[in-house]
């Protein structure tokens, strides 16, 4: 489970990128708009309102693992119509099944996607359905290499990186078809989609979300240099690649 901590009112003002590549995936769920959809992953619930406008006679249950996120998410969703639950999605167990799941921007900060997906085939009713997107294989890349280069390059910071297995699980399609199909999910496509990103604020943009996992190792007192240091390596275009998932646990007919 991802331990870093979120700055969730930060997130909530500056994740315009993650908002506008949600629009395609919540598309891709083709909602009648009375359903009950998980949002896996909901953050500060910037994008979850987004899953509710296209809810007027639905739910959501959103679930996140960050304390300040959930706290967030509570606030800005209306409590009648959204319950967001603190809970780590690979071992989520939910009430009730929901009639389909939705994750934007999420897997990639788990590790382990097996258990992962088993959690989502176990919370989805038979025939329910999952859309969902994270970064893919390749993405960030420049900046993972920045950040990659700084750290290797200071003999203290190395020392903070030690034993370190890495920030991201960046998978590629093929694998997390397979994936997916093990635990019993069906019409699984999975595809990559380069996805470049110009935050207004690169170095604010950095700090909050793609560097996490690295500034919680590096000393607070260095945290703006490390990220002025990477924002100037990589320059104002991320280089941001998308796996897009969709797939459906069977109806109780085998199908
Ligand atoms: C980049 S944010 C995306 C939030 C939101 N879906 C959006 O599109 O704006 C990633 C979120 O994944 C959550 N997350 C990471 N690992 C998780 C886990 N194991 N279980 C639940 N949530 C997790 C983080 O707490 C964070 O809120």
Do not use: K
């Amino acid at each position: 489970m991802s331990t870093r901590a979120w700055d969730a009112s930060t997130y909530h003002t500056i994740s315009c990128p993650q908002a506008a590549m949600a629009e395609a995936v919540l598309d891709r769920l083709e909602l009648r708009g009375d359903e009950t959809v998980l949002d896996a992953g909901c953050g500060s619930g910037r994008v979850t309102a987004a899953l509710l406008d296209r809810l007027p006679r639905g739910r959501v249950v959103a679930v996140d693992a960050d304390a300040g996120m959930v706290a967030h998410a509570r606030d800005a969703l209306p409590p009648d119509r959204a319950e967001v639950h603190q809970h780590d999605l690979a071992a989520l167990v939910l009430a009730a099944p929901v009639d389909a799941a939705f994750s934007n921007a999420v897997f990639h900060w788990i590790p382990d996607h097996d258990a992962l997906f088993a959690a989502l085939a176990r919370a989805l009713r038979p025939g329910g359905r999952l859309s969902a997107q994270c970064g893919g294989r390749g993405n960030v890349a420049r900046v993972q290499a920045a950040a990659d280069a700084i750290v290797a390059s200071d003999t203290e910071l190395r020392d903070h990186f030690a034993g370190w297995s890495g920030p991201w699980h960046f998978a590629g399609p093929q694998d997390t078809e397979a994936r997916l199909r093990n635990v019993g999910f069906t019409a699984v496509a999975c595809w990559l989609e380069p996805w470049p990103v110009s935050p207004d604020e690169v170095e604010t943009y950095l700090r909050t979300i793609c560097l996490g996992p690295y500034l919680e190792r590096v000393p607070e007192a260095q945290h703006a240099a490390f990220a002025r240091e990477v924002a100037g390596r990589v320059g104002g275009e991320l280089d941001y690649v998308r796996l897009n998932i969709v797939a459906r646990v069977p109806s109780e007919a085998v199908d």
